[in-house]
Nanobody, 123 residues
Framework: QVHVEESGGGSVEAGGSLRLSCHTVARFRIYCAGWFRQAPGKSRERVAVIDSDGSFKYADSVKDRFTLTNDYMKSMWYLEMNDLKPEDTAMYYC??????????????????WGRGTQVTVSS
């Protein structure tokens, strides 16, 4: 099992930036992690995740604005968000999986999720 904890959300104006942080705690190094979001009345959306081959997958709506990075030594995963738009407003969740097969994570089926951090972008 993986313990996941997010931080870094907040309220910004459109065009602003935020960096979300995700700390993972597990017996083994985490190779599969990423970010999802859910806005009120909408289904959960995959935002940025790492795939099994080490490549990063981004939602089309955030490409060129959001960047997923990680620090294996610190067990940290970051989501750098630039040029934020009101439609980015949502609860953002970090998710992680053990092992090197990230298929469940990519599909949003991993078992380990944080409680979420709220991002609100005003126009």
């Amino acid at each position: 099992q993986v313990h996941v904890e997010e931080s870094g959300g907040g309220s910004v104006e459109a065009g602003g930036s935020l960096r979300l942080s995700c700390h993972t705690v597990a017996r083994f190094r985490i190779y599969c992690a990423g970010w999802f979001r859910q806005a009120p009345g909408k289904s959960r959306e995959r935002v940025a995740v790492i795939d099994s081959d080490g490549s990063f997958k981004y939602a089309d709506s955030v490409k060129d604005r959001f960047t997923l990075t990680n620090d294996y030594m610190k067990s940290m995963w970051y989501l750098e968000m630039n040029d934020l738009k009101p439609e980015d407003t949502a609860m953002y969740y970090c998710s992680a999986d053990l092992g090197r097969n990230c298929a469940d994570l990519v599909a949003g089926r991993s078992e380990s999720w944080g409680r979420g951090t709220q991002v609100t972008v005003s126009s």
